[in-house]
């Protein structure tokens, strides 16, 4: 009678488990209908040397204009992200290849990116300038650049890519190539080179931080928008980025962010 009784009772308990665990697995199920849904995260990729665009804070965390737009859009439309520092050149890849989901890196839109990856609506003009140190008589603008100067300008962007043709024409002895501007504008300071080719709001921010050491000659060269980036097709996220873009405008977000990095509002008088 105790052994039946055992066996029933194994049988009982054994249904009691099997039970539960069913149970336990509609919980977690995303057909069920209590579940919540799951926010969707992105990599937004950037290259923290690009200020006041894109840089670190005092504890080395990612910051910037870049940053604080990507985090407004984000809440507009409904999904986190999470930052990622990488060397400029890298970026285009990272989406290419599915390990990034976004680039925000005050990255103009130009033919040959537009063939890798999909930009955004634009949310920036800008364009590039000369840079001297405040103390040079001799350089008034690009026009005036010799033969016998070095110029430098940060890797994969459009400063890099006029040094380079300045160099190919014969205007300049040297195109300096270097992974980020914080080090070009070292090496003018030091005297290593004799003027950096730099988008225009990274050459006042620098201006501004290092008041009376450094000045931009000559007119302003190219005229270039930028814009954030995702993969090759994928629509639904840039319908995201462009009506969180559209919306942060519209109720006066962008213009806090504008004022907060000192850059200025393209849309403004729209």
Request: charge should be positive.
């Amino acid at each position: 009678m105790k052994k039946k009784m055992a066996v029933k009772l194994a049988v009982l308990g054994l249904c009691a488990v099997v039970a539960l665990a069913f149970t336990a697995c509609g919980s977690s199920s995303s057909g069920n209908k209590n579940s919540k849904k799951t926010t969707k995260t992105y990599t937004v990729v950037t290259e923290p040397t690009f200020p006041p665009y894109d840089t670190t804070d005092k504890d080395g965390n990612l910051t910037g204009f870049d940053m604080d737009m990507v985090k407004a859009i984000a809440k507009d439309q409904g999904f986190k992200v999470k930052f990622k520092s990488m060397e400029f050149q890298s970026l285009i890849p990272a989406i290419q290849s599915g390990n990034a989901d976004i680039i925000a890196a005050g990255m103009n839109v130009d033919k040959d990116r537009s063939k890798k990856v999909d930009f955004s609506n634009t949310y920036c003009d800008a364009g590039l300038v000369v840079m001297v140190k405040k103390d040079n008589a001799t350089i008034k603008g690009e026009e005036s650049l010799t033969k016998d100067m070095k110029v430098a300008s940060q890797t994969g962007t459009s400063g890099a890519t006029e040094c380079k043709n300045l160099q190919k024409k014969g205007q300049i002895k040297q195109a300096v190539i270097l992974d980020g501007f914080d080090t070009c504008i070292m090496q003018l300071q030091n005297g290593d080179v004799n003027a950096v080719i730099i988008d225009k709001p990274v050459a006042q921010n620098y201006m501004q931080k290092h008041s009376g050491k450094f000045k931009t000659v000559g007119k302003t060269l190219d005229a270039e928008s930028y814009a954030m980036a995702v993969k090759k097709g994928n629509t639904a996220l840039k319908k995201q980025l462009n009506d969180g873009l559209k919306n942060i405008v519209k109720n006066g977000k962008f213009q806090k962010i504008c004022d907060k990095w000192g850059v200025g509002n393209k849309f403004a008088s729209k």
